[in-house]
């Protein structure tokens, strides 16, 4: 009879790490869509006829790239995530503007939203927001007309810059307040105060808006015209599914919540939603959604101790001790102690072997302090290391008042050598003069960039140290992320974010194999660099300035998003000053002649080398040639602008590809002039250069109105019909 219930038990253990992992079940209904863009769209939301549940949960997905999806049902807001388990989707939405004209009088301005039974706004998730000078701004509940929440904004000083974050926004230029509970439609108004101070006339232009209470990101400059167009906010809607109770659905025959899920009321009225049961996971809404977590898979996070067996259970798991073992508890996860005459045996056992213990005990004292010693020896190759690198450097500027937002991981060196595999060669992604790039994966599984430099000296921890200073007070979408940084090593080692699709020269030239790029990707990247090193000129209470824009240190991902890389040459310079250095850094042919001429870098500079990059993409030459008979990019380029003959510069596929936008591709050449111009006095700011990419990617694509959106989605249903 043992023998036969070990026999089981060790047949049981075996089918528990052979039985093959359960694919996950879809969140989107068979044969249907199941994303747009990188957003992942699950039902009842869908895409197409038959995906979605009722009208309410319709998303269109508007072929651009990148994708966009929309939500019919609320005006065609672009929605930015959607969440099962909450209940919530998020989309994004411009500000209400609110600007005097120019005679200083005070126009009457609001927005007004009505809320449906099946959407609501989250007064939990969102927070009304008011930027401005001088204002108050205020909600109105449109059944009662009574004030329901509202806040004031003050500027005392004259050139505020408002940061907004997660958790707050300065008291002055910006003021926020939460919303009211239980109100399904609402007024959003502001009107002046202070007008003694007459702050109208150095700002004119406010807004207001409700916000996810989580988003941060945006630095508004209150002294400029703040424009509604150049800004998206994320606001959190609660739904719910139908407008009855769940228990009426299911009296109907048409509850939604499939099996092994909770139905949960609407707590704030009429309709429900669904939730997979404890011990389950997947998608409540589908007919098979919620499977079985299977909680004994992973024998490294198994919930059993002390030599149980853990065994799975529909929606729950269950610990067994092995024969000759007792369960020593009553809980499901509690562990197994021998019994009790198996207990005094080892007892026995035990005690017989102690005095051959002591014996060891002399060795085993013996090995303890070698590993002492060497552990010791170890750590003070560590130090000195982390001394020779900056380390020190570093740590002043974190506990300094003046570094305050410096953030930064410091990796081990074993989490680094782990991660690239011992500087694998096969890990290798590039090398240059400054140091090679290594594709790593940390244990958490995400995928790394680890940049090794390749020489210790003076200059180089400088470098390493301004290139940490630099990012780690960076936080912009189309700049790469520092993650953190390794000191023990015996050069410094920097960790990114791993960007995947190499840099924008090799897709210019269709190096490697690498398609080219079509015009529209082209006229993004420009847009996205752009926008970037305005950030870093115009947002900040301090400007940086990058020094060494180049074709090489723009970075794609698998969208073609541009990431702007490489701060090791970049400074933090007072707005209105220059840069003057006595060696000039960088890399020819995106030298600013001025600046190698006279030794002051400035941000211009930065202008001129990105001149040379739009250059480059309109052309697909390199900015310098190794032909000595090669008169140089900047050189051939400005010379078929004078001679009024500005589209032979752009490459074959530029032209074939866009035929009929050739007007686009000469608002750009003549944009790659002036940032190219040998004065810096007509230059134009980065500022002004990314509005003017901004407004030509805006023609190529406008939202449509409500109204025209309900009449294209009429059209696809006819031509469907008709098909």
């Not at 035990?350 to 060497?374: E, N, P, Q, R, W």
């Not at 390493?464 to 000191?487: A, M, P, Y």
């Not at 960007?499 to 079509?518: A, D, Q």
Request: charged letters at 20%; glycine letters at 8%; aromatic letters at 10%.
């Amino acid at each position: 009879m043992q023998l036969k219930v070990t026999v089981t038990f060790l047949i049981s253990i075996l089918f528990s790490f052979l039985k093959p992992q359960e694919t996950r079940t879809p969140l989107a209904k068979p044969h249907c869509q199941k994303e747009c863009g990188d957003i992942i769209i699950p039902y009842p939301f869908g895409i197409g006829a038959g995906c979605y549940l009722d009208k309410a949960f319709e998303v269109l997905c508007i072929p651009i790239f990148p994708k966009v999806p929309l939500l019919v049902f609320l005006d065609g807001s672009a929605i930015s995530h959607i969440s099962l388990d909450h209940a919530v989707v998020q989309v994004e939405r411009q500000p209400n503007v609110y600007c005097y004209n120019k005679s200083g009088e005070d126009p009457s301005t609001s927005v007004s939203v009505h809320l449906n039974q099946q959407f609501s706004i989250s007064y939990t998730r969102n927070k009304f927001v008011a930027i401005g000078c001088d204002i108050f701004a205020y909600i109105i509940d449109s059944g009662s007309r009574n004030y329901t929440s509202g806040c004031a904004s003050l500027c005392d000083d004259p050139n505020p810059i408002v940061g907004l974050t997660a958790t707050s926004c300065s008291s002055v230029g910006c003021c926020q307040t939460t919303l009211p509970k239980d109100i399904t439609s609402f007024h959003m108004q502001i009107f002046s105060i202070n007008t003694f101070n007459r702050s109208w006339t150095t700002k004119p232009c406010s807004i207001a808006f409700l916000v996810d209470k989580d988003f941060s990101g945006y630095t508004f400059n209150i002294s400029e015209h703040i424009h509604p167009d150049f800004y998206a906010f994320p606001t959190v809607y609660n739904w719910v599914i139908g407008n009855i109770t769940f228990h009426e659905a299911r009296e109907r025959g048409n509850l939604v919540c499939s099996i092994n899920s909770d139905c949960i009321d609407n707590a704030e009225g009429l309709g429900y939603w669904c939730h997979c049961k404890h011990g389950y996971q997947g998608n409540p809404y589908l007919p098979s959604g919620c499977q079985d977590i299977n909680e004994c898979e992973d024998p490294n996070t198994s919930p059993c101790q002390n030599g149980a067996v853990c065994f799975n259970t529909p929606g729950n798991y269950s610990c067994r001790c092995p024969i000759g073992l007792v369960s020593d508890g009553n809980e499901p996860g509690d562990g197994c102690t021998h019994k009790k005459a198996r207990h005094r045996i080892y007892v026995a056992v035990s005690l017989a072997t102690t005095s051959a213990a002591g014996a060891l005990i002399l060795i085993a004292f013996g090995s303890l302090l070698y590993l002492k010693l060497k552990r010791l020896r170890r750590n003070n190759v560590k130090q000195k290391f982390f001394k020779r690198n900056g380390g020190l450097v570093l740590q002043e500027l974190i506990t300094s008042s003046t570094a305050s937002a410096l953030k930064t991981k410091l990796f081990s060196t074993k989490e680094i050598m782990k991660a690239i595999d011992n500087f694998n060669e096969s890990r290798v992604l590039g090398k240059g003069g400054q140091g090679t790039v290594y594709k790593g994966m940390l244990p958490d599984g995400s995928i790394v960039a680890v940049k090794k430099s390749n020489i210790v000296d003076e200059d180089q921890v400088g470098r390493f140290v301004n290139e940490v200073l630099i990012l780690s007070q960076i936080n912009h979408r189309n700049i790469v992320k520092l993650l953190g940084c390794c000191l023990e090593y015996e050069v410094p080692l920097l960790v990114y974010e791993y960007v995947s699709n190499g840099n924008l020269s090799h897709h210019i030239r269709n190096e490697g194999g690498v398609p080219k790029l079509s015009w529209e990707s082209r006229l993004q990247i420009a847009g996205e660099v752009a926008g970037a090193l305005s950030y870093l000129h115009s947002c900040a209470s301090t400007a940086i300035f990058h020094r060494d824009i180049k074709s090489d240190n723009i970075l794609l991902d698998e969208n073609y998003r541009a990431v702007v890389s490489d701060f090791g040459l970049s400074r933090t310079i007072s707005l209105g000053k220059t840069h003057l250095t006595v060696m000039v850094g960088g890399t020819f042919g995106y030298l600013d002649p001025d600046y190698f001429r006279s030794g002051q870098f400035t941000e211009k500079s930065d202008v001129y080398a990105f001149g040379v990059v739009l250059a480059e993409l309109l052309t697909g030459r390199k900015a310098i040639s190794s032909s000595s008979s090669d008169e140089g990019l900047v050189n051939y380029f400005q010379a078929l602008m004078k001679q009024n003959s500005p589209f032979e510069i752009h490459d074959a596929l530029v032209a074939n590809d866009h035929d009929g936008q050739i007007g686009e591709i000469l608002a750009v050449a003549k944009l790659a002039q002036r940032c190219l111009h040998w004065n810096t006095k007509k230059r134009p700011i980065m500022k002004e250069v990314a509005a003017v990419l901004y407004q030509l990617r805006r023609k190529q694509y406008r939202p449509p109105s409500p109204k025209k959106l309900k009449g294209q989605l009429l059209l696809i249903k006819e031509r469907i019909q008709y098909t």
